[in-house]
């Protein structure tokens, strides 16, 4: 494991120029794969700048983060901001090219972007306004999963790089409920990144900073991917060859990012009604 990680770290940017411009071409052939395959519908008022993480914020987005359209601005601009570490030449190693492609796709096509781009047209000003990060984050992750499915990315490197991912959202489990129940100190927590999740460790610091002051919010990752696919595995049941995962994929992210309790109200309304269409021949 150790050596097919530090192959596929060292495939990376040689420079933070670089690593932009690449962050940028795997967003748009993300953005294309979802086109040609109709996986789900991108609205038409919608775009996405790839910029440098703001001097104020590179101290708490450690490697990259995503900031969404205006809730009520109509534009659908979104910004995915890359942070570079100019004094630090071994974080260059975190923006492999593997590791650049899946995380595009969990912070632009169809990840965050695509989802709060078209949460926005949700009509209800809750829907809208809601942030339920269970809904949010785990959708991000499980496209991770989804996209490599479908054949985007399916590369060994890339995949090993998905892997690393969870590995990672894995560990910020253990580490969100032992550091704030008090089983886990700040140092220990981040020796914990770098061995199991092979991060380095100036990044792996960064992490834990973030992850100080936001309890619960790291769990919700990997916990919302979960709860994700076990509805789409009930949706796919209950609609047998009327299921296709435009469909599935379309009703989640024009819902709004709502609570998965909702979110599964939404889906059982819609298999009922489509079973009976199907019961009537239509």
Known sequence: VDEAQAIVKGDHAKTWDEALTYTAKAMDESKRFILEHAFATIPAKEELRVIFT??????????????????????????????PHEDRPEMLREAYYAGIRNTAVHEGYPGHHLQLACANLNPSYARQLSTAVESIEGWAHYCEQMMKEQGFGADPATRVAQMLDQIWRACRILIDVDLHCGRMTFDEAVDFLVKEAGMERPGAVA????????????????????LILTLRKEVRKGLGKQYSEKL??????YAGSIPMTYMRQIFAY?????QKLRKKGL
Do not use: C, N, Q, W
């Not at 992490?207 to 979960?226: C, D, I, Q, W």
């Not at 599935?248 to 992210?253: A, S, V």
């Not at 819609?270 to 489509?274: I, R, S, T």
């Open 54 to 83: 703001p001097a104020f914020l590179r101290h708490i987005i450690p490697f990259a983060a995503y900031s969404p359209p205006g809730k009520f601005d109509g534009t659908g601009l979104g910004f995915y901001m890359v942070t």
């Open 248 to 253: 599935f994929h379309d009703t989640y992210l």
């Open 270 to 274: 819609k298999v009922k009604e489509l």
């Open 207 to 226: 992490e834990m900073k973030r992850y100080s002051f936001t309890p619960a919010y790291p769990l919700s990752y990997l916990v919302g991917k979960h």
